[in-house]
């Protein structure tokens, strides 16, 4: 059953702007008054008749009969020289149309899985390193409960619906680049926002989260970004990264330090 995120996806990549279902869709937003209404029939105007004129035609005038004095004169032609011969003008070319540019190829669909969790007052969008969900004994899976626990978060996360995987198809027409991966992932965390209550702080967590959640590349790691509909997110490297590379985990623990109040001050709305 495609749920409401993933059915606006869908309409989406088919460049369907607006459309109506024959019976009430699950999950599904209640639709517009507007597209209920049947618009009203365009009446064609009448034909204007044009009132028939009779036309008596006309009698030819009648041609006077020439007399000897009236007879034309024949016109004298006077040959030109030689050197005063008119040369031909050559017709002008027709100019060559311009060559359309060459449309830019096509971007090829990014790869990559994430998973969705929650562990108190914080949602994690959390990138999977080998593409299936974390288990209990992951090194993954253990780092990310050392930095709930460092955060003041219970250590323990809930999972928030299945892993997004993407590309959805692996073939057919339908466009799967980044602007379609953007609008799908940003519409499926705000629907389990929605479902799962309010959040004081989403965590983008790998490079995937922070690209298509938060619009933003490696430069904006270790800081918070204001996104439209799904708050204020916070920014950092993949589980995989933290492991390969320790000295990020100093670096991340000091951006904590700056922005764990968020979550932990009782009084934030």
Known sequence: ????????AYLGAMQVASWLPRVVLPFAAPSRPQL???PEPVQAPAPSVAPEVASTPAAAPERPAPTPEARPSIPVVVPR?????RTPVAAEAPAEAEPAAPRA???PPPRFTLQLLRAGACVLLVELPTGE??????PAYLLLKDLLRAAGLPDSPQLLGEPVRWPLLSGGNMDQGPQAAREFVQGFVAARLEDSGPCRCLWLVGRPAVRFAGEADDEALLRELPIEELGVAWAIPGLERLSDEPALKGELWRAMRRVRQRWLDQDAE
């Open 105 to 107: 190829p096509a971007e």
């Open 1 to 8: 059953m495609i749920e409401e995120a993933r059915r606006r």
């Open 36 to 38: 209920l209404e049947a």
């Open 81 to 85: 020289p030689a050197a005063q011969a």
């Open 133 to 138: 969900p974390l288990a209990s004994r992951d």
